[in-house]
């Protein structure tokens, strides 16, 4: 059942044609999923740019999974390749962020590995809760703070 | 070696540069851009010479800072020479391999680079502490100088001075991007936090590079899609510098001009410089040494020996 009080937030960038038909075998088959994810459907994995996965971080998600069709598989024959070099390449980037690499994952699900989908979230919802929610960003310049937030009242005022 | 000769190698060294760059302007250039005398004994400011005249006041040595090649966009159509040093001219290799520059419209004159000097660690006004010939003290050098792996440059039509040694600094090069990464994942996170929280928005980082080749169009200004807002919080300042960095990956030559002009001094570097160690591990690319390598990001392999099977192993 959905607990939003206990639930995290993570978002789901799914391919069109693999990944997002996947989570919806695994929901004609009624398999049990965690709530926490929230998917947004793409054209295909090579439509996500890194940013995305940036923006959600910094927008306050506590995890990021995207999934794509196998390599081989794609619908357009190449986009999973060129995704599968930025992802893993912005997978790198992600310590020096100071954002923990285990809320981040990028898989390949196929349309009909519903059983397969309900593993994935599962494993990486397990995973996202035991690293807990994501640090929230402070403002540290308390300057730029009061023209951000000019009717905030001020730390210890 | 003795003091009258340093200052006869010295008038050698830049009397062969004027005469490179006249030759330059006699070939067909319109334009030398060099070094010139600066604003203090220190500093050599950029200088666009236009006639032998000019070409005269060009000069060479540690202070010698700005890389050129970020200039080399807006004059493309027209014949220019450059001066290059070797960190310098890896972003006009690496601007070659992308298409953006035409070889043909370019006269490199290459000046093997002894270190440039970090403004930072002088004090205003304060004298050279070192010249072409007899090059500055570590201590204040630019620190990314003292981890150089390309003094010399990597394309040149005609290189003036004496050839120097890559640096190999005690630890490896990246002895202090593992030190920052051995830090607890919370650490870091306020890391980028704290320094941002200071950043002006001014995107002088963003204007000083010269692979930001989108001009009127960069991402931080669109408002459809608006990727990044006008307020000014840490989190829009953060993503931009994240938008930077993945924008530069496997192009980003680490020249340092993002850092320098940071009007507050944020450590804009250090992102770019862990994406530029991951493409080269996961793709052996080193951006700017081949003016003939494709980006890595603009190609890809069917099987990526580098790249672990995110598929493969059940819910890793």
């Known amino acids: 059942m959905p607990d939003p009080a206990a639930d995290l937030r993570i978002i789901g960038f799914l391919c069109n044609w693999c990944s997002y038909g996947g989570a919806d075998t695994a929901g004609v088959a009624r398999l049990a999923q965690p709530t926490d994810l929230r998917i947004v459907r793409v054209p295909c994995s090579g439509r996500i740019d890194p940013l995305f996965i940036a923006k959600a971080f910094y927008g306050g998600a506590d995890g990021v999974l995207v999934s794509g069709c196998h390599p081989r598989d794609c619908h357009y024959s190449e986009g999973n390749y060129h995704a599968r070099r930025r992802l893993e390449l912005f997978l790198r980037l992600l310590p020096a962020l100071g954002i923990d690499p285990g809320r981040f994952l990028y898989t390949w699900v196929s349309a009909s590995e519903g059983q397969r989908w309900q593993q994935v979230v599962a494993d990486f919802t397990a995973r996202v809760h ?10 540290t310049d308390l300057a730029a703070a009061a023209l951000c937030h000019p009717a905030a009242p001020q730390e210890g005022a | 070696m003795s003091t009258a000769q340093d200052a006869a190698s010295l008038e050698t060294l830049r009397a062969e540069l004027r005469r490179a760059a006249c030759d330059a302007l006699q070939a067909g250039a319109e334009l030398v851009l060099g070094w010139g005398p600066g604003p203090d004994p220190a500093t050599l400011a950029p200088l666009f010479a236009a006639s032998p005249g000019e070409c005269a006041a060009l000069d060479f040595g540690p202070g010698a800072v700005q890389n050129l090649a970020g200039h080399l966009r807006a004059l493309a159509g027209r014949k220019v020479a450059v001066c290059v040093k070797g960190c310098d001219s890896r972003s006009v290799a690496q601007l070659l391999a992308e298409g953006l520059l035409r070889r043909e419209e370019l006269v490199l004159i290459g ?53 120097r040694a890559p640096r190999e600094p005690e630890g490896g090069p990246h002895a202090d991007l593992d030190a920052f990464l051995a830090r607890p994942v919370e650490e870091r996170f306020r890391h980028w936090e704290r320094e941002l929280g200071r950043c002006l928005r001014c995107y002088a980082c963003r204007n000083a590079c010269p692979l930001c080749v989108c001009r009127d169009h960069c991402l931080a200004e669109t408002r459809r899609p608006g990727w990044l807002s006008q307020s000014s919080s840490v989190r829009e300042k953060l993503l931009f510098q994240v938008i930077h960095a993945v924008h530069t990956a496997g192009r980003c030559t680490e020249c340092g001009q993002c850092q320098r002009a940071c009007p507050v001094d944020i450590p804009v570097l250090t992102l770019k410089r862990v994406l530029a160690r991951e493409a080269e591990a996961l793709f052996g690319h080193v951006a700017g040494t081949d003016p003939a390598q494709v980006p890595p990001l603009l190609t890809f392999r069917a099987e990526e020996p580098t790249i672990p099977d995110h598929g493969a192993e059940e819910g890793r």
């Open chain 1, 130 to 139: 035991a690293l807990g929610p994501m640090p929230r960003l402070r403002e």
């Open chain 2, 111 to 163: 000046l093997p680079c002894a270190g440039v000097l970090d403004r930072t660690r002088l004090a205003p006004g304060a004298p050279a502490p070192g010249d072409w010939a007899c090059a500055a003290p570590d201590e204040l050098l630019d620190p990314r100088c003292l981890r150089c792996r390309f003094p010399n440059p990597v394309l040149a039509d005609v290189t003036i001075g004496p050839g």
